[in-house]
């Protein structure tokens, strides 16, 4: 930050540009040099995709099998509920970490306080120990039941049959198009 | 060319946010892959994120700021948009199961 | 107040008033985890929840319900700050969220009739108590994020409802369609939000209308006038798109010819209340942030009265956008309508419409907060929010018996056809006379409920004209579009009454004394009861507005 402030602007965005002007032109100069050194010989062998030198099979572009698919949804789904762990976690670090600390001074002085923001060590952040042990105990249970819940769902779709990789034909396709379009799906790939 | 020569600060990264808006919604209007549309709806919403963030951090726009509000709506925000790319994914799995494709043009059983 | 005294204040006390105040969500909350139980560890039970679903229905209503009392004792609740001041409860949110739930119960009896032994109950009704939950928090919204979970828990699930019949390709196209165009919308209105949020310095709702009012009073900049109009015209598409206001309204149709009669029905009564819930909350917040909202940490009064005047302004933004929504979306829906063939298509274009007519008294509710010398005066705009929900209470009857009706006709004939109702009033004359009373009281014809709830709507639209005389146009425009819409009603009535019946098929005979014809009656009678006695839903209605103003 300080750095920044200190260089005038211009010399940033001089920098800037001279580093970005470098970078591109590093990058084109080395391929425009291997162009004028290299020997140019193409085969039909040479020019085949590389696949670790075994004989390459069938385009790049196959499709997955539509079943990982459905496992990359459920897994989608309770993999971003960390995002709302993060914050109830963090509170719980801090609250047991000022309660640990605020234990500790208890030794030294009279009257056993931490803070939760470790700067400003001042009346209207310290924290006493019962106050953190409420803030970890509520966040612990927050978390619990938020977790609870998840899990009924996970169970669910367990009890669902939606992660059995050979999974039950349940509903026979009805119609004749959903057949065509089962061939179909059978024959060509994913667009892309 | 004010905005090129002066620190980092809260219109750098607004400008960000509403260039990653009007590419979302570029992307949203002219795709017609519906895996396109949607990753035009993740860029919207990671516009609107980078707001909540730049927003809420002391650092970049002092003290009027939506403070911790705007990290929190931020994780949420993330949270939400998996949940409706999960569901818009699932939705065009099926639809792709019925259709055998996932153009949003061909779409036309039902006059828009 | 220090951190020990405030961490007390939120556990012990915010947290356990909230927590009773949230009583019907949590009862909703609770239903979908027994329902979800019951079926992991008891894999023999293969019947629909329905009886667990009215059980958790039931509860709700029954701890939502505002006891102490007469409604004119439910004036007096005060609103209280929830969840540090996130939510909102007052007796808006308890109305509606009452007859949300009311309606809710309705429809699970309908569902369960209409569709007997079906695939995947567990899913519906766990999807639908889902969205209902996000309907609650719309309605209760304080705070921008809760704005944000509102809309996307309501949304969400209604996706996946569009496309709960999986093989069929025309629902799996709706879901489609309802899902982008919804995620697009949402994506549209949180970056809206977030500039509102950012360019106010809050994210609590009245507060931002306070620093929204202070900045007036200290000058505002054409660039931060650019900034949080273009913000409010962002959070208008979200708001717009869950009420299929033209011209965000394209989904509607076709979500309503794709899913099935009875999420058809979910969505056009209880997301569009959800949705008008959702509008008047920011409608209120921004035109009159009453000072009893200011339990935020942030919000510092202003005297109450130069605040309120200050946002004159802001409050003829919302007054312009909000008319000529409505006006565009009332025309669009009626005009539209007169071409369709397929009944749900047709309601869908009905069920436009009548969002815009039920836009007309929000603006008018916002036109009608006046300041003068003498202090505020609400009382006009308390009669506008109480005409919204005694035209959204008559609204749920009519349009939920008009989709029972269509789905009953298409288990009987399987056709959602309007042409293949011909003659059925020789089959089923209970039947027809229903559909009839239905299509009579959405025109708005008296002696039906109807009739009412478009009186007391233009009545107040009347009372704003005063005040604003641009919206003696919106005013005709309403007036015109009823008796534009008329005639396409007529035509089913018409069609199903006077035309021959159809040689290749007979008329299917549903009998008023079978259990799908008691239904129908059942939904039909509070149409012409409400007519009468619609001093039983106006104290309701009254104490809605009166904590919102």
Redesign the interface.
Known sequence: MNA??QTS??A??AYLVLFATIGILFVFGCLLLGKFFRPRTPTALKLETYECGEPSVGPGTVQFD?RF??VA?LF??F???V??F??TATIFGAATKARREAAQTAVSTAAPTAT?VVDKRD??????P??AR??AL?SMIDLGAFFA?LL??F??IW??GDLNWVRAV??P???A??NA??L??RQ?G??T | MSIFCEPVGLSHYLVVSAILFVCGVLCMTTKRNVLGVLMGIELVLNGANLNFMAFGSPAICGTSTLGLDGQLIALFVIVLAAAEAAVALAIALNYYHTHATVDVDRGNELKG | MNFNELLQDVVQKDTLASLRAVQPELTLCATIIAILLAKILIPAWKQSPFHLTVIGLATAMFVGFPWHGSAAAAVSTLAQPIFTASLVSDSFTTVVRFFLLTFAMLFAAFAEISTDGEDDRTEFYVLILGALVGMCLMISANHVLIVLLGVEMASVPCYVLAGLKRRQSKSSEAALKYAVFGAGAAGVMMFGLSLLAGGLGTAHLPAMAANLAKMIQGGISPQQITILSLGGLMVMVGVGFKLSAVPFHFWAPDVFEGATAEVAAFLSVASKAAALGLLMRLCSAFAFPADMYFHSPIGELLPQASLIAALAPVRQYIVAIVAVLAAVTCTFGNLAAYGQTNMKRLLAYSTIAHAGYMMMPVAAAVALIRVGSDGVSVDGARDAVASLVTYISIYLFMNLAAFAIVAFLRNATGSEEIADYAGLVRRSPGLTVCMAIVMFSLVGLPPLAGFQAKWVMFYSLIEAAHVCPALWALLSVGLLNTILSLFYYLRVVRVMALSPEPLYREAPTIPLTSMVGMYCGLLTAPMLLLFFALDRVLPWAHAAASTLF
């Open positions: 920044i402030t602007p211009t940033i965005v539509l698919y459905v949804l989608l789904i993999e971003v509920e995002a709302l993060f914050p939760l009346e209207r952040t310290a924290i006493s019962e106050s409420t803030l509520v819940v009924v769902g169970a669910f009890r669902r349940r509903h396709a009805t119609s198009e959903a379009a089962a179909r799906l060509d994913f667009p």
